[in-house]
């Protein structure tokens, strides 16, 4: 139980497009879902928060405009870069929350494996 | 502030040798801490967490943490390292008032044969 996705796992683009990263709660209803990027050896960087039904919480510093974040369900949350340039390339990683899921603790996130964006 | 220190960035141990991740916290409520685990070019994979209770805490692989509260600590451990454990270490923490995770900034082990 308690499995997120991500598709693609990998894309390369061209610069100046853009791109669509599903997070999807495979096994459960996610009213919360995380969305962070990660350079190269470095941690992760919580990027936005998005609920269901709401706009998402961008952190300081990233672009709204720019990374676009939809939920428009319980169980899926979509990442979309505009206009991708070089420095955009990076590893994305969702992750959700479901607060009342069945053995698990009300606060504990669920990771999906990962999109790794390479922008040319 | 609320933060998560990690404070070796790389460690070496031997095929066979025990090992110890440290992590300390900053957090100004009840903390839930977690270790994760990364492969190159992976997600991230649990290996234990702690919300209360024992603060020894059994996980997957053979590790186990102990949460130190007098010591704002929660360290790794393992008796004997793998040629497969070698990654990229995580520890986080969160808590009841928030969804959201602290992340420390990683321990890279490198297991030698």
Redesign the interface.
């Given at each position: 139980g308690a499995v997120v996705s991500q598709h693609p796992s990998w894309v390369i683009c061209k610069s100046g497009t853009s791109v669509k990263i599903e997070c999807r709660s495979l096994d459960f209803q996610a009213t919360t879902m995380f969305w962070y990027r990660q350079f190269p050896k470095q941690s992760l960087m919580l990027m936005a928060t998005s609920n269901e039904g709401s706009k998402a919480t961008y952190e300081q510093g990233v672009e709204k405009d720019k990374f676009l974040i939809n939920h428009a369900s319980l169980t899926l949350s979509t990442l979309t870069v505009t206009s991708a340039h070089p420095e955009d390339s990076s590893f994305y990683i969702c992750s959700a929350v479901s607060p009342g899921l069945a053995g698990v603790s009300y606060n504990e996130q669920f990771f999906g494996p990962g999109t790794r964006l390479t922008v040319l | 502030a609320q933060s998560v220190t990690q404070p070796d960035i790389h460690i070496t141990v031997s095929e066979g040798a025990s090992l110890e991740l440290r992590c300390n916290y900053s957090y100004g409520a009840t903390p839930?801490l977690f270790w994760?685990v990364q492969s190159p070019?992976?997600?991230?994979q649990?290996l234990l967490?702690y919300?209360s209770g024992d603060t020894l805490v059994q996980g997957i692989k053979g590790f186990e943490a102990e949460f130190k509260r007098s010591q704002s600590s929660f360290n790794l451990r393992k008796p004997s390292v793998h040629w497969s454990d070698a990654a990229?270490y995580?520890c986080a923490v969160?808590?009841?008032g928030?969804?959201?995770?602290i992340?420390?900034?990683?321990t890279?082990l490198k297991v030698l044969a």
């Amino acid at each position: 139980g308690a499995v997120v996705s991500q598709h693609p796992s990998w894309v390369i683009c061209k610069s100046g497009t853009s791109v669509k990263i599903e997070c999807r709660s495979l096994d459960f209803q996610a009213t919360t879902m995380f969305w962070y990027r990660q350079f190269p050896k470095q941690s992760l960087m919580l990027m936005a928060t998005s609920n269901e039904g709401s706009k998402a919480t961008y952190e300081q510093g990233v672009e709204k405009d720019k990374f676009l974040i939809n939920h428009a369900s319980l169980t899926l949350s979509t990442l979309t870069v505009t206009s991708a340039h070089p420095e955009d390339s990076s590893f994305y990683i969702c992750s959700a929350v479901s607060p009342g899921l069945a053995g698990v603790s009300y606060n504990e996130q669920f990771f999906g494996p990962g999109t790794r964006l390479t922008v040319l | 502030a609320q933060s998560v220190t990690q404070p070796d960035i790389h460690i070496t141990v031997s095929e066979g040798a025990s090992l110890e991740l440290r992590c300390n916290y900053s957090y100004g409520a009840t903390p839930y801490l977690f270790w994760y685990v990364q492969s190159p070019g992976q997600g991230l994979q649990l290996l234990l967490k702690y919300f209360s209770g024992d603060t020894l805490v059994q996980g997957i692989k053979g590790f186990e943490a102990e949460f130190k509260r007098s010591q704002s600590s929660f360290n790794l451990r393992k008796p004997s390292v793998h040629w497969s454990d070698a990654a990229e270490y995580f520890c986080a923490v969160g808590g009841s008032g928030t969804y959201k995770y602290i992340f420390g900034t990683g321990t890279r082990l490198k297991v030698l044969a």
